[in-house]
Nanobody, 120 residues
Framework: QVQLVESGGGLVQAGGSLRLSCAAS????????LGWYRQAPGKQRELVAD???????VYADSVKGRFTISRDNAKNAVYLQMNSLKPEDTAVYYC??????????????WGQGTQVTVSS
């Protein structure tokens, strides 16, 4: 079992910045892709950014150039630096980890979510 705990959400004015953090703990063997998703009220959960174990990353078009995802494999952590925030970035942000056990079984884990609110 792997637990993910996010932190760093909050209220910020448009144009401001926030940094989200997510730390994995528990019975960790190998964490593959780490990612951030978000869900706004009345909308489906959507990918914000994924980062592979190699460090390569993909971003949603809506956040390209404004958000940066990074990871620390030694700490089993992933971060999301969010700059030039817009009101439409308001959502609950969820950390996601693709974990593989020693026996090869893989499972995707989710954090509990952290609220990001951007005021206009």
């Amino acid at each position: 079992q792997v637990q993910l705990v996010e932190s760093g959400g909050g209220l910020v004015q448009a144009g401001g910045s926030l940094r989200l953090s997510c730390a994995a703990s528990g019975s960790i063997f190998r964490i593959n892709t780490l990612g951030w998703y978000r869900q706004a009220p009345g909308k489906q959960r959507e990918l914000v950014a994924d980062i592979y174990r190699s460090g390569g990353a993909v971003y949603a078009d809506s956040v390209k150039g404004r958000f940066t995802i990074s990871r620390d494999n030694a700490k089993n952590a992933v971060y999301l630096q969010m700059n030039s925030l817009k009101p439409e970035d308001t959502a609950v942000y969820y950390c996601n980890a693709d974990h593989t056990r020693a026996d090869g079984y893989s499972f995707r884990y989710w954090g509990q979510g952290t609220q990001v609110t951007v005021s206009s």
